[in-house]
C-alpha cells in the first residue's frame, strides 16, 4: 500500500510513500494530507470472517485485520503485538472495548428504528481520542526504536487532544511531549488529568491566551525549520493518518454489534469538528462496510453542515468562532475536510490544490454549488448533516437522563439531536459518543442540576499535585524551554 498527497498531481513522477515514512510526517511536502493510493475493498466473505474476528477474538484482532490492509512495512508478528498491547480490556474497560448501548426504539409505520450509543469514551481520558492515539503512541515507540531516533511532539490543545496525547505517550520510550494550553480555560477535570502526569517526557506548558495563541506557537516553532530538524519537533494532530485509519476499526465494530447479517445497513452519526472522526467513516464505506448514511453533528460552529448543505465552504475568523458547551468542535475551519473533497472530486489532486491552496487562502471560502460533484455527496457518499446549539444540548442531555437513565456528554448530545431528525425505517442509528459527561460537568450540572457520574479511577483527582510551567505567548520561551528539556 502507498500513499499519496490530496493535492498531488496526477503524473507518474509524483512520490508515492509507505506507511512508515508518513507515520511521523504531519502534512505532505506540498501541503497536502496523505491518503491511501485506494481503498482496499473488503467483500462479503471477508466481512463474514471479521465479524467472528470481532465477536470471538475481540476488537484487537479485528484492529489487525484492518490495518494489515493498510500497512505492510511492519512485520505481521510485530503489528498484531501492537495491537494486542494498545486494545486490550485494562485500559479501554470493557471486553468489547467500543460497547453498544441500545438508547431506543422508535416505531414509524413501517419499521422500527434503534438508536444506539457506541461507547467510544471508556479509555485513560475518557474521550474517543484514546481509541486512535494510544495506537499511535505504540506505533510510534515502535517505528523510533527500529530507526534509533527521537521525536519531540510539540502541541497546542484546548483539552480532549492534549490529554489524550500526554496519556497515550507518557513513558514511552525515544518520545517526549510538549503540550501547550490556554491558561485557565480548560475545565477544572480537564486540567487535572494533563496536570497531574509526573511522567519525565511529559511537559505541560500553560500559555497567558487563547487557543488561537497556542496554535500560532506551534507554527511558529514549525515554521523555524533549522530548530525543527535540530530538535526533531513533530506533532500528533488530526490529520496524521494513522489515526484515521484507527478510527475506522470501531465502524465495523459498531457494525458487527448492531446487526446480524452482511445485508443490513446501518447509518452513523457523528459530532464533528476537524472531520477526523466522520472522515474515518467515510473510509469504512468507501471499503464497502454497509453504511447507509453518514450524518455530520455540528455545534453552532457549523462549517460542515453549511457545505453539506449549501455546496459552499466558507472558513470563519477567531472573531466568528463561538466558543460553546461542546467546546472539542469549536473550530474555524475542518482540516480533515480537503480529504473527503479530494474523493468528492474524483481524485482530481490539481483541484484541490486550487480549491485549498489558493482559493480558500485568499478569499476564505470556496463553493461547488454549481459542480454536479457535490451534489454526489449526499447521492453517492452518503453524507448528511445537522446542527446543534446549547439550548439542543440541555434539552438532549435531559431527555436522555430521563427517558433511558444515560447521561451523554455536551458533544454526544449535539449527535443524538441531530441523529433524530436522519432516523429512517428499519435502519439502525449509531451514534458515537465522544467524550464521557465527567469531562464538562458545568453544562450537566445546568442541565440535571445534578454533577455527572465519576469513574472510581478520577476520584479526587483535581486535588493532586501539579506540574505544568505557566508562559507568556512568546516563541522564544517555548522554544528555550524545548532546548533545556531536551537533554
Ligand atoms: C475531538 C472531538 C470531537 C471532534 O472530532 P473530529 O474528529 O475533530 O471531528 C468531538 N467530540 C469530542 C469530545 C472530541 O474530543
Not at 190 to 199: H, P
Request: glycine share 6%; charged share 25%; with cysteine.
Amino acid at each position: 500500500m502507498k500513499y499519496l498527497s490530496t493535492r498531488a498531481v496526477a503524473t507518474d513522477s509524483i512520490e508515492r510513500k509507505r506507511f512508515c515514512e508518513i507515520l511521523l510526517e504531519g502534512l505532505a511536502p506540498d501541503g497536502g494530507l496523505y491518503l491511501p493510493e485506494h481503498y482496499p475493498q473488503v467483500d462479503d466473505a471477508t466481512l463474514l470472517k471479521w465479524r467472528s474476528v470481532y465477536h470471538d477474538q475481540g476488537y484487537a484482532a479485528l484492529a489487525f485485520e484492518v490495518l494489515s490492509l493498510y500497512i505492510d512495512d511492519i512485520p505481521a508478528t510485530d503489528l498484531k503485538a501492537i495491537c494486542d498491547k494498545t486494545y486490550t480490556e485494562a485500559v479501554f474497560g470493557s471486553k468489547e472495548i467500543v460497547p453498544l448501548k441500545k438508547l431506543e426504539v422508535a416505531s414509524t409505520d413501517a419499521a422500527q428504528t434503534t438508536l444506539y450509543l457506541e461507547a467510544l469514551s471508556n479509555g485513560p481520558t475518557l474521550a474517543f481520542k484514546d481509541m486512535a492515539m494510544q495506537l499511535l503512541g505504540n506505533l510510534f515507540e515502535y517505528e523510533l526504536a527500529r530507526r534509533g531516533e527521537e521525536l519531540n511532539i510539540l502541541g497546542a490543545t484546548s483539552g480532549d487532544t492534549g490529554s489524550a496525547a500526554e496519556y497515550a505517550m507518557r513513558g514511552k520510550k525515544g518520545v517526549r511531549v510538549f503540550m501547550t494550553s490556554p491558561f485557565g480555560r480548560m475545565s477544572p477535570f480537564q486540567q487535572a488529568q494533563m496536570f497531574s502526569l509526573m511522567d519525565e517526557n511529559i511537559h505541560n506548558i500553560a500559555v497567558d491566551g487563547v487557543f488561537d495563541d497556542c496554535q500560532d506557537l506551534v507554527k511558529a516553532v514549525s515554521n523555524d525549520l533549522d530548530f525543527k530538524r535540530k530538535y526533531k519537533i513533530g506533532t500528533v494532530n488530526s490529520i496524521n493518518w494513522a489515526r484515521l485509519m484507527a478510527q475506522v476499526v470501531y465502524y465495523f465494530a459498531g457494525y458487527f454489534q448492531a446487526t446480524q447479517a452482511n445485508t443490513e445497513k446501518v447509518s452513523f452519526t457523528v459530532p464533528s469538528g476537524n472531520f477526523g472522526n466522520v472522515c474515518a467513516g467515510h473510509v469504512a464505506r468507501m471499503m464497502g462496510l454497509p453504511i447507509d448514511k453518514l450524518v455530520v453533528a455540528t455545534n453552532e460552529n457549523d462549517v460542515l453542515d453549511e457545505f453539506l448543505r449549501t455546496g459552499v465552504y466558507r472558513v470563519r475568523g477567531s472573531a466568528d468562532t463561538h466558543e460553546t458547551s461542546s467546546p472539542s468542535m469549536d473550530i474555524s475551519k475542518a482540516s480533515n475536510f480537503e480529504r473527503f473533497v479530494f474523493d468528492l472530486l474524483n481524485r482530481d489532486g490539481a483541484r484541490v490544490n486550487v480549491l485549498f491552496g489558493d482559493t480558500l487562502a485568499k478569499e476564505g471560502r470556496f463553493d461547488l454549488r454549481a459542480d454536479p460533484a457535490f451534489s454526489q455527496a449526499a447521492t453517492r457518499y452518503g453524507f448528511e448533516s445537522g446542527k446543534s446549539t446549547h439550548a439542543d444540548r440541555l434539552a438532549t442531555i435531559q431527555a436522555t437522563f430521563e427517558h433511558f437513565g444515560v447521561m451523554i456528554d455536551t458533544h454526544t448530545a449535539d449527535g443524538v439531536k441531530v441523529a433524530h431528525e436522519h432516523l429512517q425505517p428499519g435502519v439502525p442509528m449509531i451514534v458515537l459518543e465522544t467524550a464521557l459527561p465527567i469531562k464538562f460537568a458545568a453544562t450537566i450540572v445546568e442541565a440535571l442540576g445534578r454533577e455527572p457520574d465519576r469513574p472510581a479511577r478520577f476520584e479526587g483527582i483535581e486535588a493532586l499535585p501539579k506540574r505544568v510551567t505557566r508562559m507568556t505567548a512568546d516563541v522564544d520561551a517555548v522554544k528555550a524551554y524545548i532546548v533545556q528539556h531536551c537533554q
